[in-house]
């Protein structure tokens, strides 16, 4: 059975940082890509990046660059989500979700999702 599980979220203040974990059971990380969604209140969904099987790495939020950094540990079958000068605009819950090969921003292209963790910036 595939189970993804988040963690790592909470309350940071602005300019803060947050580790996100995405652990993996049911499946192999290394022939899947993992992609971290962000959904804040009234809003939609949205893909945030991903990390194929291959390490191969797509941003899908330009404001995201240079501040968070996904990586994966296959030995774990974890991907963590390094988020770093964190702004108030990053409040959201945040998902992780899994997929055969490919990247995709597409919330609709992921089969398999985590609950999903709570990350609020404020001061």
């Known amino acids: 059975q595939v189970q993804l599980v988040e963690s790592g979220g909470g309350l940071v203040q602005p300019g803060g940082s947050l580790r996100l974990s995405c652990a993996a059971s049911g499946f192999a990380l290394d022939s899947y890509a993992i992609g971290w969604f962000r959904q804040a209140p009234g809003k939609e969904r949205e893909g945030v990046l991903c990390i194929r099987g291959s390490g191969g790495i797509t941003y899908y939020v330009e404001s995201v660059k240079g501040r968070f950094i996904i990586s994966r540990d296959n030995a774990k079958n974890t991907v963590f989500l390094q988020m770093n000068s964190l702004k108030p605009e990053d409040t959201a819950v945040y998902f992780c979700?899994?997929?055969?090969?490919?990247?995709?921003?597409?919330?609709?292209?992921?089969?398999?999702w985590g609950q999903g963790t709570q990350v609020t910036v404020s001061s």
């Open positions: 979700a899994t997929r055969l090969v490919l990247c995709s921003g597409r919330s609709t292209d992921f089969r398999s």
